[in-house]
C-alpha cells in the first residue's frame, strides 16, 4: 500500500471530493445528486478526466463544478501525463478522491501525493475478477453471484483494502450488457454511500486494512 501506515482521512464538516472519469459520468451524477442533501457530508468541488469528450464534463458544467482535461496526447510521456492529473486534482485540495470509471492506472507517485484518500469503484466483488472485464470475467466462469466493490485504490490493479460491497445475482439469461447495467445500479447507491460514511465518519488506512469511522 502507497500510503503511510494508519494515515487517517479525518472527517470534516463539509468534505472536498474530486472525482476522476473517463465516459459518461453516471457516477459522479449520482455524487451530484446526493451532495447537496443535508447531512451528506461532502461536497463535489472538482471533475478530472483523460477525454476532452468525455460525457461526464457535461455533467460538471451542468451542476456548475470546476473540470479540467488532462489528456495523454497533451504529454510527452506517461509520466509527465501522471504529474499533470496530480497537479490537476491538487488545484481542488481535495479531502477524497474519487474514481469513478476512470479507466487509467495510476502511479505510485500520484498516490503518494494523495495517501489514503483514493477510492474507486469496481463491478466485482473483489478480490475475484479484477481488472478491466470483470463483468465479463464473472460471466465467463458461471458464477451465480456478483457485485460491485468500493475500495481504497494502492498500486496494484484493483488490489486496495475493501470499503465496502454489495452482491448482485447472475441471473440464467444475463449477457455482459444486462449484468453490467444491474451492477451499476448497485454501484452508484453504494458509491454514495461510502463516501457519504467516509465525509461523515472518517477513513483510516492501516496496512492491508481500511477502516471508516475510526476517528
Known sequence: MHTPSGHPVAATSVARVVVLASGAGSNLAALLAAHDSPGFGAR???LVTDKPDAGALDL???AGIASAVVAPADFADRADWDR????????FRPDLVVLAGFMRILSPAFLDRFPGRVVNTH???LPAFPGAHGVRDALAHGVKVTGCTVHVVDAGVDTGPILA???VPVLPDD???ALHERIKVAERALLVETVGRI???GLTVTGG?????AH
Open 44 to 46: 463535489v468541488v472538482g
Open 165 to 167: 460491497q454489495v452482491a
Open 199 to 201: 465525509a461523515r465518519e
Open 209 to 213: 486494512r481500511a477502516v471508516v469511522g
Open 60 to 62: 460538471a458544467r451542468g
Open 84 to 91: 499533470g492529473v496530480g497537479e490537476a486534482v491538487a488545484v
Open 123 to 125: 463491478p466485482a466483488l
Open 175 to 177: 449477457d455482459e450488457a
